[in-house]
């Protein structure tokens, strides 16, 4: 029997989880992706703390989803550099490289982090 979408993603991000981890000096980018919004978190795995975090949920509606990805990385991206933090590890949270998740991680490289 065939997985479900989000089985298939549950499973693939358990085992991005499981090599990816994020430290103090270099926090892990998250990313999750709804079917209105996309949300990015940098988060330090070793005390469990969140660094920074953007939304497209306070970018205006008239633009179209992947914009607003690319938007969200430059603003992830501004908020970690205030924050002093240059460097991440990229988690697709169990998405495709594509579309969305690709422009936000192009947003937030042109926003100055490195990943």
Known sequence: ?????TDRREKIRKGIRASITGTGSRPRLSVFRSNKDIYAQIIDDVTGKTIAAASSRKLADKVAKSEKAGMVGKMIAEAAKAKGVEQVVFDRGGYL???RVKNLAEGAREGGLVF
Do not use: I, L, N, S
């Open 1 to 5: 029997m065939a997985y479900k979408k």
């Open 97 to 99: 490289y594509h579309g």
